[in-house]
Structures are given as C-alpha cells and as structure tokens.
C-alpha cells in the first residue's frame, strides 16, 4: 500500500543520460518505491514515447517535443512543457486525483508545474540543481533573463526548495532574495537523504492539506 503518490519532472532519466542528474533522480525514485511511495516519473526522450513500468517500481512517462525545430533551448522547453503537463494530468487522473506533491528538478519544466498547481491544486517542490546566474555567469540578454524569471517563478510558487549544500543555498537566496526557511539543504548521497527528502514530500503535503 502506497503512503503517498509523487510525481517526479526531470528533463533527463535513464536511458537519456546528458549529465549527473539522470542517476540521480533514477536512485531516488527507486528508494522512494522501496518507501511505499507511488513514483511517477515524467521525462523527455525523442522517441521512446510510451509508459514504462520499470524493473525497480518506478513507473515512467516519457512525451517528446510536438515541435521539431528549434532556435535555443528556452523554446524547445516552452513547447515541450504542454507534453509534460498532459503527461501529469493523465497521471493525476488515473490514479483517482491521488497526487500529493510534484518534484520538479531544475528549471525546465517549472511552467508545467506552476500550471498544474494552479489548475489541480498539487503542490511542488522546486530541487534546484542549478541557477542561470552560473550557467551563464554575468548574462544579461533576454534570453538570460527569461530563464531566469522562470527560476523566480518556481521559487515563488513552490511549497519547497531543495538544494544540495549550504553554499548553494546561500547563493539562491542572494540573486533570488528567497526566504531561508524556504529552503531545505538535502546533499546528495549524505546519510538518510532519501529519508530527508521523503520527510520534506510529507511536510508539503500536510501543509497543503491541513487536517
């Protein structure tokens, strides 16, 4: 019996491996499983399209961009959020409106989330992996700029926000000014993060359904 239902957004899982992330968000969701959590994870592949029950419990939704041509990343990311969003409300759905929380890891699919929050009523938490401020350090065109108010936006309209170390805590609260008690430093592969961010998963759903 599951505890809870969670949805994970990731813009990479295995098979499509571009960098750290990918395993990253692979281990959690199996440890999540072995806590009686139902994971869903929702991720882009080019062309593996259908669901997958994988071998570890996790349960995957991989959609693909409608829109084959692109100029940046920023619209390659627009367009493929309306596929994600669809994705969770299949999910949602199915499992009753069952949903507790959303993790969304990284910036990418924050509109997805923010929408789905607003239509659903699902809380989400942000897990900031990164910020555009380092990506593209002293950037200030307007591309730099809109991804950044996409990361404002998610740190605004998130529940939570999970970061891997202090520093980078620091960091997201000197360019985004966001509260400290807003954010729950979790590092990766410390002792009991599952656990840590299990606790964090159940701190957001009580608060968003106070009993």
């Known amino acids: 019996m599951t505890i809870m239902n ?3 957004f990731s813009w ?6 571009v960098g750290q992330l990918a ?16 994971i869903y994870v929702v991720t882009y592949h080019d062309y593996l399209t259908e669901q997958y029950n994988e071998t570890d419990g996790v349960k995957t939704y991989r959609v693909v961009n409608p829109v084959r041509t692109h100029i940046g990343v920023l619209t390659w990311v627009l367009t493929l959020n ?15 409106k069952h949903v507790d929380v959303i993790d969304v890891y990284d910036w990418h699919f924050i509109p997805a989330a923010v929408t789905l929050k607003k239509a659903l009523n699902i809380p989400f938490i942000y897990s ?5 401020e380092h990506r593209s350090h002293g950037a200030n ?10 990361e404002w936006l998610g740190m605004y309209e998130a529940a939570r926000l999970i970061v891997k170390s202090e520093w980078m805590r620091d960091e997201t609260y000197r360019v985004y000014k966001v509260p400290m ?6 590092p990766s592969k410390s002792a009991n993060w ?11 759903t009580e608060g968003a359904n106070p009993k």
């Open 6 to 8: 969670a949805i994970i």
């Open 12 to 17: 990479e899982y295995p098979p499509r491996i």
């Open 23 to 38: 395993n990253h968000v692979r281990e959690l969701a199996a440890q999540l499983v072995r806590n009686s959590v139902g």
């Open 82 to 96: 309306q596929e994600v969003e669809r994705a969770a409300a299949n999910i949602y759905y199915s499992v009753n």
């Open 128 to 132: 900031v992996e990164s910020l555009e």
């Open 141 to 150: 065109s307007p591309f730099n700029m809109a991804i950044k108010s996409i």
């Open 181 to 186: 008690e807003k954010m729950q430093v979790i």
């Open 194 to 204: 599952t656990k840590r961010i299990l606790e964090t998963y159940k701190d957001v």
